[in-house]
């Protein structure tokens, strides 16, 4: 048994909510955040995509037009190409300047073959090398290509995702038209275009910023309906849990009683028939022997304690046997009445009072009427015997609904009151804290009252709207239907 007790201590309960939470966060929420940063991801290589194509056709017609309006008058005119010549340089500026007229270009470069800037719409940076990198060797290859370079942030970092600046360079290989060259392909210089795409990328930045919160919020509202769900879906699984382990106790506790009530009922029947031969030898040797015969008072100790047992035995008899309740139209409040004129005599000599209030329409119940004085009669008798100085007794009635389908009878007393530990115990059979008696008294009590389809239950001390009494005594609360058919 401690094994038992033991290994249900260990089960822990599953519960479902907080399985839910962490699960959901990471099925729902971590999917939500990589889906929105790939489409933004895909967004900013469309966008990179497409300003690389924007630069490759700038090329295309400043390609042309350098050859066709620069190039060609100038080798004509001076026989060579000299951008150091103040008249060459400037020439190529207008050229260029009125090629990307109207175009999203910042600047141009061009670079010779050894990577040096022959020209640059920004004339500060005529002269310089090395600055094409990995990107100027492609092109002088015959490659082009592009490279995103950003600028600003904290420490080389973007903070929050955007830098303060956005460019594109596309290096593409300056070549020779064909119909002027025997060469083929000949390649004279590198094409740098610089385009700023930084409100481009912001837009995009911002985009994917907006997908993420509506995805956040949208996720959220619907991870909280679904945790709302789950959690009343909980709640009845829990109660369903509840009611099962209930059934299963009541189960097993019928299963115990049943096995109880076969061994009672056999040794009371073997009982009963031997000590009725003795009280009825006793009785027969009491009455032959004469009045101031010693002998003629230990007869009539026999008898009583004859009566005693066969009393006793009755108990176990009536808790043995199954009770199946005789239904008819009965009166609940004329049977407490009838309880109460039966002990009057005792509530006068143990100086109990009496308090009634019985409710104002009393409605018949469908019920065993016999079954049910017998249930209040061990009630009262509790009663009484909690009270052994004097005291009250209360007795109510009424309905606990307005279709009254419910009767309640509550009989409450102001005696010292039960103990948590002893409420827990009190149906058990067998169970009592007396020093007479067999235990049995509540317990078929109840097995009357459920055979009616009622519940009993004990509040020490009783609420104080119920009994009126308050830090002390016992209520015993008797539900019963009020409605029920007769079968």
Same mark, same amino acid.
Request: hydrophobic content about 40%.
């Given at each position: 048994?401690?094994?038992?007790?033991?290994?249900?201590?260990?089960?822990?309960?599953?519960?479902?909510?907080?399985?839910?939470?962490?699960?959901?966060?990471?099925?729902?929420?971590?999917?939500?955040?990589?889906?929105?940063?790939?489409? @933004?991801?895909?967004?900013?290589?469309?966008?990179?995509?497409? @300003?690389?194509?924007?630069?490759?056709? $700038?090329?295309?017609?400043?390609?042309?037009?350098?050859?066709?309006?620069?190039?060609?008058?100038?080798?004509?005119?001076?026989?060579?190409?000299?951008?150091?010549?103040?008249?060459?340089?400037?020439?190529?500026?207008?050229?260029?300047?009125?090629?990307?007229?109207?175009?999203?270009?910042?600047?141009?470069?061009?670079?010779?073959? %050894?990577?040096?800037?022959?020209?640059?719409?920004?004339?500060?940076?005529?002269?310089?090398?090395?600055?094409?990198?990995?990107?100027?060797?492609?092109?002088?290859?015959?490659?082009?290509?592009?490279?995103?370079?950003?600028?600003?942030?904290?420490?080389?970092?973007?903070?929050?995702?955007?830098? %303060?600046?956005?460019?594109?360079?596309?290096?593409?290989?300056?070549?020779?038209?064909?119909?002027?060259?025997?060469?083929?392909?000949?390649?004279?210089? $590198?094409?740098?275009?610089?385009?700023?795409?930084?409100? !481009?990328?912001?837009?995009?930045?911002?985009?994917?910023?907006?997908?993420?919160?509506?995805?956040?919020?949208?996720?959220?509202?619907?991870?909280?309906?679904?945790?709302?769900?789950?959690?009343?879906?909980?709640?009845?699984?829990?109660?369903?849990?509840?009611?099962?382990?209930?059934?299963?106790?009541?189960?097993?506790?019928?299963?115990?009683?049943?096995?109880?009530?076969?061994?009672?009922?056999?040794?009371?029947?073997?009982?009963?028939?031997?000590?009725?031969?003795?009280?009825?030898?006793?009785?027969?040797?009491?009455?032959?022997?004469?009045?101031?015969?010693?002998?003629?008072?230990?007869?009539?100790?026999?008898?009583?304690?004859?009566?005693?047992?066969?009393?006793?035995?009755?108990?176990?008899?009536?808790?043995?046997?199954?009770?199946?309740?005789?239904? @008819?139209?009965?009166?609940?409040?004329?049977?407490?009445?009838?309880?109460?004129?039966?002990?009057?005599?005792?509530?006068?000599?143990?100086?109990?009072?009496?308090?009634?209030?019985?409710?104002?329409?009393?409605?018949?119940?469908?019920?065993?009427?016999?079954?049910?004085?017998?249930?209040?009669?061990?009630?009262?008798?509790?009663?009484?015997?909690?009270?052994?100085?004097?005291?009250?007794? %209360?007795?109510?009635?009424?309905?606990? !609904?307005?279709?009254?389908?419910?009767?309640?009878?509550?009989?409450?007393?102001?005696?010292?009151?039960?103990?948590?530990?002893?409420?827990?115990?009190?149906? !058990?059979?067998?169970?009592?804290?007396?020093?007479?008696?067999?235990?049995?008294?509540?317990?078929?009590?109840?097995?009357?009252?459920?055979?009616?389809?009622?519940?009993?239950?004990?509040?020490?001390?009783?609420?104080?709207?119920?009994?009126?009494?308050?830090?002390?005594?016992?209520?015993?609360?008797? @539900?019963?239907?009020?409605?029920?058919?007769?079968?």
């Amino acid at each position: 048994m401690r094994m038992r007790v033991e290994a249900r201590e260990s089960i822990k309960p599953f519960r479902l909510v907080k399985y839910f939470t962490l699960t959901s966060l990471v099925v729902i929420l971590i999917p939500t955040l990589i889906l929105s940063i790939f489409i @933004s991801q895909r967004a900013k290589n469309e966008l990179f995509r497409q @300003s690389e194509q924007y630069a490759l056709l $700038v090329a295309i017609n400043l390609n042309h037009q350098v050859f066709s309006q620069f190039v060609l008058p100038t080798v004509l005119k001076f026989g060579r190409i000299m951008l150091g010549s103040p008249q060459q340089y400037e020439r190529m500026d207008k050229v260029v300047r009125n090629t990307i007229h109207g175009f999203k270009v910042d600047r141009v470069d061009v670079y010779n073959l %050894k990577g040096v800037i022959s020209y640059s719409t920004d004339r500060s940076l005529v002269g310089l090398s090395g600055l094409g990198g990995r990107d100027f060797n492609l092109a002088r290859e015959g490659k082009s290509s592009s490279r995103l370079v950003s600028r600003g942030g904290f420490l080389g970092f973007e903070l929050g995702g955007v830098a %303060k600046q956005r460019q594109l360079k596309t290096y593409i290989p300056l070549r020779m038209e064909q119909h002027l060259s025997r060469e083929q392909d000949r390649i004279l210089g $590198v094409f740098e275009i610089t385009q700023d795409i930084s409100e !481009d990328y912001a837009a995009i930045t911002r985009f994917q910023n907006n997908i993420i919160l509506s995805q956040l919020v949208v996720m959220s509202l619907l991870f909280f309906g679904l945790r709302l769900i789950v959690k009343r879906a909980e709640g009845i699984i829990a109660k369903r849990s509840e009611e099962r382990r209930r059934l299963e106790e009541q189960l097993n506790q019928a299963e115990r009683l049943a096995a109880l009530g076969e061994m009672v009922a056999g040794v009371s029947h073997e009982i009963r028939n031997p000590l009725g031969i003795i009280g009825s030898t006793a009785q027969l040797l009491h009455q032959k022997i004469e009045e101031g015969d010693p002998k003629k008072q230990l007869g009539k100790i026999i008898m009583e304690e004859t009566t005693r047992l066969n009393s006793i035995v009755t108990d176990f008899l009536d808790f043995a046997r199954p009770t199946t309740p005789h239904l @008819s139209e009965c009166q609940v409040e004329k049977v407490l009445e009838k309880n109460l004129e039966f002990l009057e005599i005792e509530l006068k000599r143990r100086d109990i009072t009496v308090e009634k209030r019985f409710a104002e329409n009393g409605t018949p119940v469908y019920a065993d009427g016999d079954l049910l004085y017998r249930a209040f009669l061990n009630i009262f008798v509790n009663a009484m015997e909690a009270l052994d100085d004097g005291g009250a007794i %209360k007795v109510v009635t009424r309905y606990q !609904d307005s279709q009254e389908d419910s009767l309640e009878v509550v009989i409450s007393d102001t005696g010292a009151g039960i103990s948590k530990e002893t409420i827990a115990k009190i149906f !058990d059979p067998f169970f009592t804290t007396r020093e007479t008696g067999t235990g049995l008294g509540l317990s078929i009590v109840r097995n009357i009252i459920e055979s009616h389809g009622g519940a009993v239950q004990i509040e020490s001390p009783p609420r104080t709207e119920r009994a009126q009494v308050e830090d002390k005594g016992t209520a015993i609360i008797i @539900s019963l239907p009020a409605n029920q058919v007769v079968s």
